[in-house]
């Protein structure tokens, strides 16, 4: 009996939370919402329709080493390892300029006591 209460306060909590969350989001009311998904799901528009169409085709079956051996492409990468040191350096001397400030305001600070 307990397991059936807290199964219906949960349901109601559950409830109250998408009432909420969809008035607090300016949304419109999650019935009128329903009844618009209903409608369009059996009357759908050009844009819905194409993507059923794409969704209902046959999936080609393709291997892993054919898929990319099909899509590679020539030239440099995505990370250039020079590239990739340089801004590594970059924040690094960006790093310690802010770091050698502060250091020296802590120092500063620590000889006034």
């Known amino acids: 009996m307990a397991v059936v209460i ?24 999650p019935l009128t919402t329903f009844r618009r998904g209903v409608r369009a799901r059996r009357n759908p528009d050009r844009e819905q329709a194409a993507a059923a169409q794409a969704a209902a085709a046959a999936p080609v079956d393709l291997s892993l080493a054919d898929f990319l051996r099909a899509t590679a492409s020539e030239g440099d990468g995505y990370l250039n390892p020079d590239e990739l040191i340089e801004d590594l350096r970059g924040a690094r001397e960006r790093a310690a300029a802010v770091v050698r400030p502060r250091r020296d305001v802590v120092d500063a600070h620590d000889k006034a006591r």
């Open 6 to 29: 807290w199964t219906l306060v949960a349901l109601l909590t559950a409830a109250a939370v998408l009432v909420v969350a969809s008035s607090s989001t300016g949304a419109a009311n």
